[in-house]
């Protein structure tokens, strides 16, 4: 993909350290696993959020919340206030 042509460019490797990590946006502690969280906390500087809900029964404005606002203050509030 071109957005990481950049990066490619200073660092060949860089698609070795991306890790896809299991959850529920909708579970405490985005439902991540205790093993997860310790990674995220210890060793990442740099999250791509991609979790999406899948329930299309639900209003639209819960989804938008749900996928990004919960889901955002979720990372801050468990992974980055606790790190450290």
Known sequence: MQIFEELRKRNPEFDTKIKAVEGDMMEHNLGISHEDAEKLRNNVSIVFHSAATVRFDE????????ANIKT???LVRDFILTSG
């Not at 404005?61 to 749900?66: E, T």
């Open 59 to 66: 209003p639209l404005r819960y989804d938008v919340y749900a």
């Open 72 to 74: 955002y203050n979720g």
